[in-house]
Nanobody
Framework: EVRLIESGGGLVQAGDSLRLSCTASGFTFNGSAIGWFRQTPGKEREGIAGISSVTGSTYYADSVEGRFTISSDYAKSTVYLQLNDLKPEDMAIYYC??????????????????WGQGTRVTVSS
């Protein structure tokens, strides 16, 4: 069974940092692609970062480029998302996603077959 467990969300002030973790199980981690989406009420899910263990390539949405960093620890089957200089508009539920092909030609939600339960990030101004 594929499982993606997110952690690390919380309440912070604008300008602070958080590190989200996504621990994966039930599939070959080294051979997959992992991404992060976020969603706020009334808005569509936004794909904000992705990393391929096959190519090593990464992706960042314009909204987070330069502030967020995605990385992998293959020994722990864990992907991290470092969130720096958080802004009120970053407040959302953050979801870890996986594609077992190892590639992510698109960040559209329908491409990603596996989703975690989400972790909430709250940013106060």
């Amino acid at each position: 069974e594929v499982r993606l467990i997110e952690s690390g969300g919380g309440l912070v002030q604008a300008g602070d940092s958080l590190r989200l973790s996504c621990t994966a199980s039930g599939f070959t981690f080294n051979g997959s692609a992992i991404g992060w989406f976020r969603q706020t009420p009334g808005k569509e899910r936004e794909g904000i970062a992705g990393i391929s263990s096959v190519t090593g390539s990464t992706y960042y949405a314009d909204s987070v480029e330069g502030r967020f960093t995605i990385s992998s620890d293959y020994a722990k089957s864990t992907v991290y998302l470092q969130l720096n200089d958080l802004k009120p508009e970053d407040m959302a539920i953050y979801y870890c996603v996986a594609d077992l092909s190892g590639h992510f030609p698109t960040m559209k939600p329908m491409f990603w077959g596996y989703w975690g339960q989400g972790t909430r990030v709250t940013v106060s101004s």
